[in-house]
């Protein structure tokens, strides 16, 4: 499916009340105007670089390169954009994360990351490097979405198609580029520097057509190993639950099953199904857990802290509320558990509670591809990829 709907601005996403941002990748934006690094972009919205007009190259959020000649005092820490986010390492070094690990990343380096998916760049701070890169926005507000690519590509429907599908079905975020897609990258970044008021948008709009047809290309003779569960319903209730986990805004939201229902796209009776297949619990009972785990190390954390505090910081209505969920899980009230950390016989709680809770999606793990993906002061996307 093509589309020609620009995006001129953040992508916002509404539920209710709330609202989730893409990332703006701010810490780069800054350390260009302090001329920490160069870096040219066309872009839309608020992506730094200069705007693109109107339906020009519709769908491009950002296409640029970086260029810093020494290590930087900044990184950008796990976040999400809302398009298919493709970066190539021209030159350096450079710390990549995705999935909960991170990689050293060498120059000749080809990374894809599908709309929504959290990735870092740094570790924390970005090393001497070169890099490119283009954000495209495909319309992608959760998994089983179709992807709806720009009318303006040149690519033929069964190109786009097979494109589609080795991206959306394989895990496999770092490849290496070849010759010839290491030379397309330098010839998007030098139509990017030499662009006067719109006169390289037609060479870029043909060199990134060579270059996602160079990818069709690179990953058909890869011969992935595809799996469509990637876009199914039960992948969208394991990015979800892994916000549960990790976010501690949406670990303390006071969630009932039908507005987490809601959240995932799915009706109650659906939802509450494929999460007991993922975890053997109801979706409230592993919610519970997560927030007895986030206790747990807050009470390691600050152990003169209030509990009150701990325990509304962690979504729990009242502190004694909290201490009676807390022993049921535990077998100790939480004054207990912090007394137990002070003389060291705590660790072996915190390891029970990590143990314990059903469903153990660990940051980052296979199953969910997900990490904490907050963007600069806002939250993330609400478990869409």
């Not at 990735?119 to 507000?141: A, E, K, T, Y």
């Not at 670990?251 to 799915?266: F, K, N, Q, Y």
């Not at 209030?306 to 899980?329: E, N, P, W």
């Not at 003389?343 to 990590?354: Q, W």
């Amino acid at each position: 499916m093509r589309s020609d709907s620009p995006s001129n601005r953040v992508a916002i996403f509404t539920d209710k009340s709330e609202r989730y941002a893409a990332d703006t990748c701010e810490a780069l934006s800054a350390a260009a105007r302090r001329g920490e690094v160069r870096m040219a972009a066309l872009v839309r919205g608020a992506y730094p670089g200069r705007t693109l007009p109107g339906k020009v190259l519709a769908g491009v959020c950002s296409v640029g390169f970086w260029d810093a000649a020494h290590s930087q005092h900044w990184g950008l820490d796990w976040h999400r954009n809302e398009g298919l986010e493709i970066t190539f390492l021209e030159r350096g070094v450079l710390s990549f994360g995705i999935g909960g690990e991170s990689v050293d990343l060498r120059p000749g380096a080809l990374t894809i990351t599908r709309p929504w998916q959290p990735h870092r760049v740094g570790n924390p701070n970005i090393g001497p490097s070169r890099l490119h890169w283009l954000i495209l926005d495909l319309g992608v507000r959760r998994p089983n979405q179709a992807w709806r690519w720009p009318s303006w590509l040149m690519l033929a429907p069964e190109d786009l198609k097979r494109l589609t599908e080795l991206l959306r079905h394989h895990e496999r975020a770092i490849w290496m580029a070849n010759e010839d897609i290491r030379r397309c990258w330098q010839r998007i970044s030098q139509a990017i520097e030499e662009d006067v008021r719109g006169s390289s948008h037609s060479r870029l709009r043909v060199q990134i057509n060579e270059l996602l047809l160079l990818l069709v290309e690179m990953l058909v003779r890869s011969k992935p190993q595809l799996d469509p569960s990637l876009t199914s319903s039960m992948r969208t209730i394991e990015l979800f639950l892994a916000e549960l986990q990790h976010n501690p805004e949406q670990r303390s939201h006071p969630w009932t099953v039908g507005e987490m229902a809601g959240r995932c796209g799915l009706g109650a009776t659906h939802f509450v199904s494929l999460c007991r297949q993922l975890t053997n619990v109801t979706p409230a009972h592993y919610l519970t857990w997560c927030r007895v785990e986030a206790a747990c190390e807050l009470l390691e954390q600050d152990p003169d802290g209030s509990i009150t505090d701990v325990a509304l910081a962690c979504g729990f209505s009242s502190a004694q509320y909290f201490a009676t969920v807390f022993r049921q899980k535990l077998g100790v009230t939480p004054k207990e558990y912090r007394e137990g950390r002070r003389d060291g016989r705590a660790r072996s709680r915190a390891a029970t509670v990590r143990r314990r809770r059903p469903g153990n999606l660990r940051r980052g793990e296979r199953s969910y591809q997900v990490t904490n993906g907050e963007s600069r002061n806002t939250r993330p996307m609400n478990f869409k990829q």
